[in-house]
């Protein structure tokens, strides 16, 4: 009987769905399910547009009438760049700078240790691959759903590009069966790719129609237009993707594939095009300026009204409405239609009180019909900029921010909206003001969240150069309308200085013409600025240039590479302090750049590392000691009158100790808000001690020479780090060693290493951290021969740290060294969504949620245990979810990210789960039926209930108790979705409850 109901309720549905009628408006349907994958681009040719074979090898050479790709940091990014530019006929890269030359480039052998290749005709485009057309058999394609990355998939290698996270970049394809309803004729019907990264070819019904060269703006593909197109229940049309990721316009791990979501669109032939609704946010809140360019791409001629409505957020009381009469011709292209709306009662934007407003725009017939509507929040606000600084609302803001790179642990750059949201709210609670889009715009997701949390942006273009304005133009036509963004950069560092005039001015004019009521800037040295931006620069940088244009607003907008991790550099360096003080000139308009909030993939140093150390939280999103210099300067420390300082509850006096007592070397290390200080070591006060606010200080342990060793930690089979050799040629004699230095920690021997370094003894303190052998480098039969110990805890047991204000305690931190042996147990936590971090409580089943979840080893009492890695094993038990990836923060780990297994790295590892049931997104029937096949997400109709079921997910370890934990879900976007949650108050203590 179930059988048989659920097929009578197939057969309605089909129903339905066959006899759609589509309203003369937009639908917009989720098209990210149900991709054919194939890795690598055999048996196609190589990488670039045709295997790039007609090149011959210029290396060492000198060429003529060549000009600078700044972009291309590499040889052969610099050749593959060159290969895809028909009007490029001669490349050269020597010390990390790419020039191209055209057909009036000549070449002599010079000796000049550089790379450099050149053709005399160019080979057209290669237009048709095996994989393009409908009728290849793709069954045995790996069956996945995007957002995804795909260089994320591959496995760490020496060989491969260090900057770019050594890990091997390519080409791959990706291809998608789908239908269209017969209702649909004569619909304006596109394709919408938030972002494919690097370069797209897109084939429809296998016939190349578009390629897309820029890996960080979006594009369309219009699908109506195309013969081939079929329509019907038993259509079948096919979308095939060639994605060149073999090269990239950056020096830092930047992924590939359809790494953002794709919509299909349907509107009427007279509709909105694509971002072509500007709702001007700077605006005293009494009126605002409105436009919307309109097409038609019909066959006739249509008269139309264009409306616009401000409203409440959520479609509340209106605020002011205006309407404007327009007729189109199919041959006549789009025309923009301007208004201004006079305001009832509007609050201004800013950063302590993020109002938003809704703005609708509808186009209705001569009948009243309508034919597209778009609807869209913002906010209002008044900015202006000088010689002192940023306005907004005519207040004095000095920035306080982060720069930014888009990779995260066990999801690349495939990163969702709810893990967006956990990165804003802790921008914010450590009291930044701005969020700097380095060093490309980012997914339109993040923008929203950003709106919505009060944080001004800095939104940067990527690739620099003339031929490359057109980037400029979709960055700013896609954002103009949200009220954070107070400025557009034009470029980075060293791209920015080795162009000529004529691209300042191509820029300026690409931004100006779509939006004149923002400045223009850069982070380096260009023409046609209105705000000059300097990275790592000194004062005596900003002092030199306030002389010579003491009219020029000027910016710190890059800082503080300030290297740490939460297994060494627990101290708070002096350059935190050092770097930011520029920002603090009366001329400067604050540090918006710091580098970074959290750590990326890519710029390591060397190999064995694939991930950089310069976050203030590591890879998989845990605080580094480095965190709470931001949490008590910039929060605590920064008066709550002060209108560039967020509003973050909780924020009250600062006491910290940044010492782990499991590696404790014989002091410890802590940061206060105040200027007095108790430290408490095993309930001993150490006195009254007077520091400096906001900066580590430090003090040693008293304790006697210690009388016996008690190596209990095993520390054989693993590589541990920043050790120094010894002479001793015995494992034990190397054991006595470290056993007669009371500094030491940590012993290692290695008889392979005789034959290789003149030391096989290395001895180093407790606070060392060592790595399984998967992550070291180190070839696998040096590694396991490893042997060793490490004491692995502290002979102290607890630090107490008092921060005191007028002799009281007004804040305090305590820290407790883990037991000597175990048992050990795995600890777990939902850390997003969490309140905890300012993420909601519940994922909504929407087919893309994604939550974080960390697991941790503890003693009997709950403290962590850091020194030794544990394997760790997630599995989805039950419900709505699978593993998307795995991290732990280690900058040396070479563990498979898209997997489901990963180490511990200081005591915490992290899994990424996302949801596999869609019953929340729009039209979604439609998407059921456009959808020829599905992969993990499952998509339920409207007309039967969700599962509703909470995700159960299990966490083992060896040795340990498996542990579950229960992820919340929800079908109410309207209160639990990533942007419902930016818009109200967080109370975030994920930094406080932290304990690694």
């Given at each position: 009987?179930?059988?048989?109901?659920?097929?009578m309720?197939?057969?309605?549905?089909?129903?339905?769905?066959?006899?759609?009628?589509?309203?003369?408006?937009?639908?917009?349907?989720?098209?990210?399910?149900?991709?054919?994958?194939?890795?690598?681009?055999?048996?196609?040719?190589?990488?670039?547009?045709?295997?790039?074979s007609?090149?011959?090898?210029?290396?060492?050479?000198?060429c003529?009438?060549?000009?600078?790709?700044?972009?291309?940091?590499?040889?052969?990014?610099?050749?593959?760049a060159?290969?895809?530019?028909?009007?490029?006929?001669?490349?050269?890269?020597?010390?990390?700078?790419c020039?191209?030359?055209?057909?009036?480039?000549?070449?002599?052998?010079?000796?000049?240790?550089?790379?450099?290749?050149?053709?005399?005709?160019?080979?057209?485009?290669?237009?048709?691959?095996?994989?393009?057309?409908?009728?290849?058999?793709?069954?045995?394609?790996?069956?996945?759903?995007?957002?995804?990355?795909?260089?994320?998939?591959?496995?760490?290698?020496?060989?491969?590009?260090?900057?770019?996270?050594?890990?091997?970049?390519?080409?791959?394809?990706?291809?998608?069966?789908?239908?269209?309803?017969?209702?649909?004729?004569?619909?304006?019907?596109?394709?919408?790719?938030?972002?494919?990264?690097?370069?797209?070819q897109?084939?429809?019904?296998g016939a190349?129609?578009?390629?897309?060269?820029a890996?960080?703006?979006?594009?369309?593909?219009?699908?109506?237009?195309?013969?081939?197109?079929?329509?019907?229940?038993?259509?079948?049309?096919?979308?095939a993707?060639?994605?060149?990721?073999?090269?990239?316009?950056?020096?830092?791990?930047?992924?590939?594939?359809?790494?953002?979501?794709?919509?299909?669109?349907?509107?009427?032939?007279?509709?909105?095009?694509?971002?072509?609704?500007?709702?001007?946010?700077?605006?005293?809140?009494?009126?605002?300026?409105i436009?919307?360019?309109?097409?038609?791409?019909?066959?006739?001629?249509?008269?139309?009204?264009?409306?616009?409505?401000?409203?409440?957020?959520?479609?509340?009381?209106?605020?002011?409405?205006?309407?404007?009469?327009?007729?189109?011709?199919?041959?006549?292209?789009?025309?923009?239609?301007?208004?201004?709306?006079?305001?009832?009662?509007?609050?201004?934007?800013?950063?302590?009180?993020?109002?938003?407003?809704?703005?609708?725009?509808?186009?209705?017939?001569?009948?009243?019909?309508?034919?597209?509507?778009?609807?869209?929040?913002?906010?209002?606000?008044?900015?202006?900029?000088?010689?002192?600084?940023?306005?907004?609302?005519?207040?004095?803001?000095?920035?306080?921010?982060?720069?930014?790179?888009?990779?995260?642990?066990?999801?690349?750059?495939?990163?969702?909206?709810?893990?967006?949201?956990?990165?804003?709210?802790?921008?914010?609670?450590?009291?930044?003001?701005?969020w700097?889009?380095?060093?490309?715009?980012?997914?339109?997701?993040?923008?929203?969240?950003?709106?919505?949390?009060?944080?001004?942006?800095?939104?940067?273009?990527?690739?620099?150069?003339?031929?490359?304005?057109?980037?400029?133009?979709?960055?700013?036509?896609?954002?103009?309308?949200?009220?954070?963004?107070?400025?557009?950069?034009?470029c980075?560092?060293?791209e920015?200085?080795?162009?000529?005039?004529?691209?300042g001015?191509?820029?300026?004019?690409?931004?100006?013409?779509?939006d004149?009521?923002?400045?223009?800037?850069?982070?380096?040295?260009?023409?046609?600025?209105?705000?000059?931006?300097?990275?790592?620069?000194?004062?005596?940088?900003?002092?030199?240039?306030?002389?010579?244009?003491?009219?020029?607003?000027?910016?710190?907008?890059?800082?503080?590479?300030?290297?740490s991790?939460?297994?060494s550099?627990?101290?708070?360096?002096?350059?935190?302090?050092?770097?930011?003080?520029?920002?603090?000139?009366?001329?400067?308009?604050?540090?918006?750049?710091?580098?970074?909030?959290?750590d990326?993939?890519?710029?390591?140093?060397?190999w064995?590392?694939?991930?950089?150390?310069?976050?203030?939280?590591?890879?998989?999103g845990?605080?580094?000691?480095?965190?709470?210099?931001?949490?008590?300067?910039?929060?605590?420390?920064?008066?709550?009158?002060?209108?560039?300082?967020?509003?973050?509850?909780?924020?009250?006096?600062v006491?910290?100790?940044?010492?782990?007592?499991?590696?404790?070397?014989?002091?410890?290390?802590?940061?206060?808000?105040?200027?007095?200080?108790?430290?408490?070591?095993?309930?001993?006060?150490?006195g009254?001690m007077?520091?400096?606010?906001?900066?580590?200080?430090?003090?040693?342990?008293?304790?006697?020479?210690?009388?016996?060793?008690?190596?209990?930690?095993?520390?054989?089979?693993?590589?541990?780090?920043?050790?120094?050799?010894?002479?001793?040629?015995?494992?034990?004699?190397?054991?006595?060693?470290?056993?007669?230095?009371?500094?030491?920690?940590?012993?290692?021997?290695?008889?392979?290493?005789?034959?290789?370094?003149?030391?096989?003894?290395?001895?180093?303190?407790?606070?060392?951290?060592?790595?399984?052998?998967?992550?070291?480098g180190e070839?696998?039969?040096?590694?396991?021969?490893?042997?060793?110990?490490?004491?692995?805890?502290?002979?102290?047991?607890?630090?107490?740290?008092?921060?005191?204000?007028?002799?009281?305690?007004?804040?305090?931190?305590?820290?407790?060294?883990?037991?000597?042996?175990?048992?050990y147990?795995?600890?777990?936590?939902?850390?997003?969504?969490?309140?905890?971090?300012?993420?909601?409580?519940?994922?909504?089943?929407?087919?893309?949620?994604?939550a974080?979840?960390?697991?941790?080893?503890?003693?009997?009492?709950?403290?962590?245990?850091?020194?030794?890695?544990?394997n760790?094993?997630?599995?989805?038990?039950?419900?709505p979810?699978?593993?998307?990836?795995?991290?732990?923060?280690?900058?040396?780990?070479?563990?498979?990210?898209?997997?489901?297994?990963?180490?511990?790295f200081?005591?915490?590892?992290?899994a990424?789960?996302?949801?596999?049931?869609?019953?929340?997104?729009?039209?979604?029937?439609?998407?059921?039926?456009?959808?020829?096949?599905?992969?993990?997400?499952?998509?339920?109709?409207?007309?039967?209930?969700?599962?509703?079921e909470?995700?159960?997910?299990?966490?083992?370890?060896?040795?340990?108790?498996?542990?579950?934990?229960?992820?919340?879900?929800?079908?109410?976007?309207?209160?639990?979705g990533?942007?419902?949650?930016?818009?109200?108050?967080?109370?975030?203590?994920?930094?406080?409850?932290?304990?690694?």
């Amino acid at each position: 009987a179930e059988v048989h109901n659920m097929a009578m309720f197939a057969v309605v549905i089909t129903g339905i769905l066959l006899s759609f009628t589509p309203v003369n408006a937009r639908q917009t349907m989720v098209f990210d399910y149900g991709w054919r994958f194939h890795r690598y681009d055999v048996p196609d040719g190589g990488p670039g547009p045709n295997s790039c074979s007609e090149f011959k090898n210029l290396d060492e050479a000198t060429c003529t009438n060549q000009y600078p790709n700044p972009n291309r940091f590499s040889a052969h990014d610099c050749f593959i760049a060159c290969c895809w530019n028909p009007e490029c006929f001669t490349w050269s890269q020597a010390n990390r700078h790419c020039y191209h030359g055209g057909n009036n480039s000549t070449c002599s052998y010079a000796k000049n240790g550089g790379a450099g290749g050149g053709r005399t005709t160019v080979t057209p485009v290669r237009t048709m691959y095996e994989f393009a057309p409908s009728s290849y058999d793709d069954s045995a394609w790996r069956l996945l759903d995007v957002p995804h990355d795909f260089v994320l998939e591959g496995n760490f290698s020496a060989t491969a590009d260090n900057h770019h996270g050594s890990l091997p970049r390519n080409v791959s394809w990706y291809r998608k069966h789908f239908s269209l309803p017969t209702a649909m004729q004569g619909q304006h019907i596109v394709l919408n790719f938030e972002g494919v990264f690097h370069v797209a070819q897109i084939f429809i019904n296998g016939a190349m129609v578009q390629t897309h060269t820029a890996g960080y703006t979006g594009f369309q593909v219009r699908l109506d237009n195309i013969s081939s197109i079929q329509y019907g229940s038993n259509s079948n049309n096919v979308i095939a993707m060639r994605v060149d990721a073999s090269f990239g316009s950056g020096h830092w791990y930047e992924g590939g594939g359809i790494y953002r979501p794709v919509q299909l669109i349907t509107t009427n032939p007279v509709h909105i095009v694509a971002d072509g609704v500007f709702a001007n946010p700077e605006s005293d809140a009494t009126a605002v300026s409105i436009s919307a360019e309109v097409e038609n791409t019909g066959d006739h001629q249509e008269d139309f009204q264009v409306e616009f409505t401000v409203s409440e957020e959520n479609g509340g009381s209106t605020i002011g409405q205006s309407s404007v009469k327009g007729s189109l011709s199919p041959s006549s292209g789009s025309q923009v239609f301007p208004t201004k709306i006079m305001l009832s009662n509007a609050k201004k934007w800013s950063i302590k009180n993020p109002n938003l407003y809704q703005v609708s725009v509808v186009v209705k017939d001569g009948n009243g019909a309508i034919l597209d509507n778009v609807t869209f929040p913002i906010g209002f606000r008044q900015t202006h900029w000088n010689s002192s600084g940023f306005y907004l609302n005519n207040e004095l803001v000095k920035f306080r921010g982060f720069s930014h790179h888009n990779s995260m642990s066990g999801t690349g750059v495939a990163v969702a909206p709810r893990i967006y949201l956990f990165r804003a709210q802790t921008s914010k609670a450590v009291g930044a003001n701005v969020w700097r889009m380095s060093h490309n715009p980012y997914t339109p997701s993040l923008y929203d969240i950003l709106d919505r949390v009060g944080t001004v942006v800095w939104d940067e273009n990527r690739d620099y150069g003339f031929e490359y304005a057109f980037e400029m133009h979709e960055m700013v036509k896609r954002d103009r309308s949200h009220p954070g963004i107070i400025i557009w950069s034009f470029c980075n560092e060293y791209e920015c200085g080795s162009i000529g005039n004529i691209t300042g001015e191509a820029f300026r004019h690409a931004a100006k013409t779509l939006d004149p009521s923002r400045p223009v800037g850069a982070n380096g040295y260009t023409t046609n600025l209105d705000v000059q931006g300097a990275s790592h620069a000194g004062a005596q940088t900003f002092t030199k240039l306030h002389n010579e244009y003491p009219s020029l607003p000027l910016v710190l907008s890059e800082c503080c590479s300030c290297s740490s991790q939460r297994d060494s550099g627990r101290m708070l360096p002096d350059c935190i302090h050092e770097q930011n003080s520029p920002g603090l000139l009366p001329y400067v308009t604050g540090s918006l750049g710091v580098w970074t909030l959290f750590d990326y993939f890519g710029e390591p140093g060397t190999w064995p590392k694939v991930s950089c150390s310069f976050g203030q939280f590591d890879l998989a999103g845990n605080p580094k000691p480095h965190s709470w210099w931001y949490r008590t300067n910039w929060v605590t420390l920064t008066p709550e009158e002060d209108p560039g300082r967020p509003p973050v509850p909780g924020s009250g006096p600062v006491a910290r100790v940044l010492t782990l007592l499991e590696t404790a070397d014989g002091s410890i290390t802590g940061v206060s808000s105040t200027s007095t200080v108790e430290p408490l070591v095993d309930g001993t006060s150490y006195g009254i001690m007077n520091v400096t606010p906001g900066e580590s200080f430090s003090f040693k342990i008293k304790s006697s020479p210690r009388a016996s060793c008690n190596f209990t930690t095993n520390l054989s089979a693993v590589q541990c780090k920043d050790l120094t050799s010894h002479t001793a040629s015995t494992a034990t004699d190397c054991e006595k060693a470290c056993c007669d230095d009371d500094s030491c920690g940590i012993w290692q021997f290695n008889p392979k290493l005789e034959a290789q370094v003149p030391s096989m003894c290395w001895l180093g303190p407790a606070s060392s951290s060592c790595q399984p052998c998967s992550s070291s480098g180190e070839p696998p039969d040096v590694c396991m021969a490893w042997v060793g110990a490490g004491i692995g805890h502290s002979a102290v047991k607890q630090v107490t740290l008092n921060a005191m204000s007028s002799g009281k305690v007004v804040a305090t931190h305590t820290v407790k060294a883990p037991t000597p042996s175990g048992p050990y147990f795995l600890r777990g936590a939902v850390d997003v969504p969490s309140e905890s971090t300012g993420t909601g409580t519940a994922l909504v089943l929407d087919g893309h949620d994604c939550a974080l979840i960390g697991a941790s080893v503890v003693d009997a009492n709950g403290v962590v245990v850091t020194m030794q890695p544990v394997n760790v094993t997630f599995s989805v038990q039950s419900g709505p979810g699978r593993i998307l990836g795995v991290g732990n923060g280690d900058p040396y780990s070479h563990e498979y990210a898209p997997g489901s297994t990963c180490n511990t790295f200081v005591g915490f590892v992290r899994a990424v789960i996302r949801v596999t049931e869609d019953c929340t997104s729009e039209n979604r029937e439609l998407t059921s039926m456009i959808d020829k096949e599905h992969s993990d997400v499952k998509v339920a109709s409207s007309f039967a209930p969700c599962s509703g079921e909470d995700i159960i997910v299990k966490m083992e370890a060896s040795g340990m108790q498996p542990l579950m934990v229960t992820i919340k879900t929800s079908t109410d976007i309207a209160m639990d979705g990533p942007l419902a949650v930016a818009t109200r108050a967080a109370n975030y203590t994920f930094m406080e409850e932290f304990d690694g």
